[in-house]
């Protein structure tokens, strides 16, 4: 164990509590400290900050360590915060400690030696929040029975132990079970323990956060003297679906107290070693939003690090929405993995949303004959969606399309709150877009509906759009269906409006939530997601709307942004959505391997390369056989694991799917070639579908940008920055504690 990671006792128990009651102490001084570089002193980074970013501090604390130069004596340093010398709390071999008593907002921290000095900004949050994601969805009801109106309760500790039949039952710690009912752990680091398991249930933003960690009661944890069975490695969980709710939820577990519908790995990874955390507002289904699940993890992380201990690395792992969580923020925000595990994936949900826009309308199109102008056969209507069958869309649509609705229901809003077209235009929006306001942008006045108007308001802008898409292009060049039929599918289809309901005209989107989509990356084109290492287990869906493509279509944005995916692994397997019972947990010890072997090397290549280079050569594309098996030796076949298409696929689109608004070229009859042909009076109808041209998928998407990492939607004062701003780079020493040097981003 590092040096780092321990604090002498009475130190910590003295000076720890309240900074005012530190004095001076190794270099002693008057207290100023800030005028080291007018006595000639040079500016250097003495300061690692370990739990957090500084300028991301949040409920008043934060752990931090010096890193003095190898020529500063250990007694020519002193430390001031606010014009307090601290400098004390670092009178111990780690030189590390855990800073109590911040004020709201900036704290001056000031570390100087013989020759250097170094001036530091700790800007404090409140835990309530928000700290990056700008202002806060309201109103806003605690279920926790909390009478705070930002849902604080105590900490809660809840404690477990499993027996030795392999279950997890509920430990009294005033009446705790014999030691012989009691199984043991020995983790990856060759320390056996009894299977005890604290679990640790708090709030900060307004919502719940969970932490588990092997725990034996008899003895204290701290931070910077953690008990020896803690290996310093994080899981973080997360929930499924996609929703928005207006009020605070629960955590997804981080202890698998009884079967899961889906794999679990929770008590492998405690048995491991391993802490395991998750948080309500990273769950996807309690909350769908980019910014606020990034939020809640650094908030977490910071108290899980103050609490617990520094890390090594932190793998995120989920199914569906859960996928959509861990690979969204690891684009959007580097560093806060280093490893994900994404099941039954989802790259995010803007791109998504197009496929399921379209299976809306085209559900509505072939289920009114009279309107389709011509009778379609079930094998014709899924050759242009491009499924076995219809199957898939009706399941999108009854799973996941009332999220787009802002008169939806929404948990924590009741229906006279809930907005209404006619009825109630200001009440509150239960939409995932207007969810995002701060990272979308409010639409601008030259659009405005009557609503809108009325409001003096623009809505969130919606980021999909279908004009110019040629709907079953595949399908007629191919002979599938008719040329007649292919002209009435695009001539009726129609689009929906900022309201989401259907209307004849397609759906144009807003450029300005366009462009926002692209650059927060809400709409995940994985410039940025070549720097965590990935294992996907990839069942067949076969019409249970999650995709197998879609693992494929992360690939395929790794590739179109970085040349390769190296850092992208597929275990496929022949059971619906997650491959195999066993995957998540052979994926989860693989991804150990490697991270572990990540973690060794400290070269100054880039993260991206090492993660390349240090992968184990086993670890690689690989086919499981629904019992536990793997052959490594190659991807599932696509017999076993095949692999279908969106309406936009089928229209054009390529295996990236991140097209959310194409751009034009004129329409083109020789483009159609021999294949299909189309009367003056069909292409005249086309003519007037696409007055400004067809989709030309050769050219980057309309709006298209790369996403930019680290943005933060709030200025000092709180208010909106709509679309975002990156925040300033807070230097190589910030956030030291989340990770493994070799894994340093900051």
């Known amino acids: 164990m590092s040096s780092k990671y321990t604090l002498h006792a009475l130190n910590l128990a003295v000076c720890g509590v309240l900074l005012s009651a530190c004095g001076g102490g190794g270099g002693g001084g008057s207290g100023q400290g800030n005028s080291a570089a007018e006595n000639g002193k040079t500016e250097k980074e003495m300061v690692e900050v370990l739990s957090t970013r500084p300028d991301l501090v949040t409920d008043n604390d934060v752990l931090i360590a010096l890193d003095l130069p190898v020529d500063a004596v250990s007694s020519e340093y002193q430390v001031i915060l606010n014009g307090k010398d601290i400098t004390s709390l670092f009178n111990n071999s780690d030189k590390a400690a855990l800073l109590q008593g911040l004020k709201q907002g900036d704290n001056q921290l000031n570390v100087s030696t013989a020759k250097y000095f170094q001036n530091l900004v700790l800007t404090n949050h409140s835990t309530d929040g928000p700290v990056l994601s700008g202002p806060q969805l309201n109103p806003w009801t605690c279920t926790n029975g909390s009478t705070d109106a930002s849902c604080n309760k105590p900490v809660e500790y809840n404690y477990y132990y499993k027996d030795k039949v392999g279950l997890i039952q509920k430990y009294n710690t005033a009446k705790p079970p014999a030691a012989g009912l009691i199984a043991t752990a020995t983790t990856d680091a060759g320390v056996t323990v009894p299977f005890i398991i604290r679990e640790e249930v708090g709030y900060q933003n307004r919502d719940e956060y969970r932490y588990a960690v092997l725990f ?3 003895r204290p944890w701290t931070a910077l003297q953690p008990q020896a069975q803690f290996n310093h490695k994080l899981v973080v969980t997360h929930g499924s679906s996609c929703g928005t709710d207006y009020q605070s939820g629960t955590s997804p577990t981080v202890i698998a107290t009884s079967a899961a519908i889906l794999p679990d790995i929770t008590v492998t990874a405690l048995g491991r070693g391993f802490a395991v955390m998750s948080t309500a507002l990273s769950n996807s289904g309690h909350n769908c ?8 993890l650094i908030m977490a992380k910071e108290r899980f690090v103050e609490q617990y201990g520094k890390l090594r690395y932190t793998i995120g792992q989920g199914c569906s929405g859960g996928s959509l969580a861990a690979q969204w923020v690891a684009n959007a925000y580097p560093g806060i993995y280093q490893g994900i595990l994404p099941t039954c994936s989802f790259p995010d949900a803007w791109s998504t ?3 399921f826009a379209d299976y809306h309308l085209m559900i509505n199109y072939f289920s009114k004959p009279l309107q389709t102008g011509a009778l379609w056969a079930e094998w014709e209507i899924a050759h242009v969606e491009g499924h076995v069958s219809q199957l898939n869309s009706y399941i999108s649509e009854l799973a996941q399309f009332e999220v787009a609705r802002p008169d939806g229901a929404c948990n924590g809003i009741s229906e006279s709150q809930r907005y209404h077209p006619v009825n109630h235009p200001a009440g509150v929006r239960c939409s995932i877009t207007d969810a995002a306001i701060n990272m979308l942008a409010p639409r601008s006045e030259q659009i405005w509906s009557d609503n809108e108007k009325r409001l003096g308001r623009g809505f969130a802008g919606l980021p999909i759009d279908n004009v110019g898409v040629q709907y079953g292009l595949d399908s007629v060049m191919n002979g599938v269906i008719s040329a007649e039929k292919f002209v009435l599918l695009n001539e009726r289809l129609g689009g929906v409006n900022i309201d989401i309901k259907d209307v004849p005209q397609r759906l144009e989107a807003n450029e300005g939530a366009l462009r926002n989509a692209y650059r927060t990356g809400l709409i995940n084109v994985a410039n940025h997601l070549d720097k965590v290492a990935i294992i996907d287990c990839r069942g067949p869906d076969e019409g249970l709307f999650h995709d197998a493509y879609r693992a494929f279509a ?16 597929i275990y496929g397997g022949i059971l619906a959505l997650v491959a195999d019972p066993k995957c998540l947990e052979i994926s989860f010890t693989d991804m150990d391997r490697w991270l572990t072997q990540v973690e060794k090397d400290n070269s100054a290549v880039p993260l991206a390369e090492k993660l390349t280079r240090n992968k184990p050569a086993d670890i690689k594309d690989s086919c499981m056989n629904g019992v536990g098996g793997i052959d490594r030796s190659k991807l599932c076949s696509t017999t076993l694991l095949p692999v279908h298409r969106t309406p936009r696929m089928v229209a054009g689109d390529s295996m990236t799917t991140y097209a959310n608004k194409c751009q034009l ?3 083109n009859t020789s483009d159609y070639g021999n294949k299909v042909r189309f009367t003056d009076t069909q292409l005249q109808r086309l ?10 998928y050769t050219k980057a998407p309309v709006g298209f940008s790369q996403t930019e990492a680290w943005l933060s939607y709030q200025d000092r004062q709180g208010r909106v920055i709509y679309g975002g701003q990156p925040l300033p780079s807070m230097g190589s020493k910030s956030a030291r504690g989340w990770a493994s040097g070799a894994f340093h981003l900051f």
Request: one cysteine or more; aromatic letters at 4%; a neutral charge.
């Open 665 to 667: 070229k004129p329409l």
């Open 554 to 569: 992360v690939r395929a944005r790794l590739e179109k942004a970085h040349g390769n995916y190296n850092n992208h692994v």
């Open 687 to 696: 003519k007037a579908v696409f007055p400004d041209g067809v989709c030309d």
């Open 289 to 296: 939003n980019l910014a606020v699940q990034a939020e809640s």
């Open 216 to 218: 034996d009661p008899s």
């Open 353 to 355: 949303a197009s496929q």
